[in-house]
């Protein structure tokens, strides 16, 4: 409310001063100026906080987070099933395998910005919200996968064979896009509605 009165204050004291502006134009068109900058520093700096709170947010979403990890552990999943000779999965050889995937993927997410809002603005439509939700997942694994592979091969002792960390590196990057973007226009669709 002070805001109000601050701006509006300027043009009352004005006019009940009974100042004629039509002999001092310039007088006139510099005061009128001044209220307009003083009136947009004034409105732009009391909306900056809250402008900056909703850019730099990084909370988790709960659902989206537990849909990267289920990508993640179906990932190791798939992968431990085509080394078995019988196709049979080991829960504990895949959450070993997943846990350096999930870790890094995770751990980097305030890095990345993989959990800020996508742009939800009325004008967006189902495959601009799959672009930013694409780029946006490209961007975590770009550096969480191959510091995933890295983990691995410390918690290993060796470094990751070629072939597996260019398996890793196609298979999580279409996995986790496929989860997210239909996350991403799932959400989208629900919120136009």
Not at 10 to 33: D, E, L, Y
Request: charged residues 10%; glycine residues 6%; hydrophobic residues 45%.
């Amino acid at each position: 409310m002070w805001l109000s009165e601050a701006c509006v204050a300027p043009k009352t004291m004005h006019s009940r001063s009974g100042f004629n502006h039509q002999h001092h134009p310039s007088v006139h068109h510099s005061t009128i100026a001044a209220q307009r900058f003083t009136t947009s520093s004034l409105v732009l700096s009391a909306q900056s906080p809250q402008n900056s709170d909703a850019t730099t947010s990084s909370s988790i979403s709960p659902i989206l987070a537990a849909l990267d990890v289920v990508a993640l552990v179906g990932f190791a999943a798939v992968g431990k099933a085509s080394h078995a000779p019988d196709g049979s999965i080991d829960l504990g050889a895949v959450l070993v395998t997943a846990f350096p995937f999930v870790t890094a993927w995770l751990a980097t997410s305030p890095l990345t910005g993989i959990y800020q809002p996508l742009d939800s603005s009325p004008s967006s439509t189902t495959i601009d919200v799959a672009r930013e939700a694409l780029f946006q997942t490209a961007k975590g694994w770009a550096i969480a996968v191959p510091l995933g592979c890295a983990l691995r091969g410390v918690i290993k002792g060796y470094v990751p064979p070629a072939p597996f960390v260019i398996v890793t590196l196609i298979a999580t990057l279409v996995i986790l896009s496929v989860v997210r973007v239909a996350y991403a226009v799932a959400t989208s669709s629900l919120q136009e509605d």
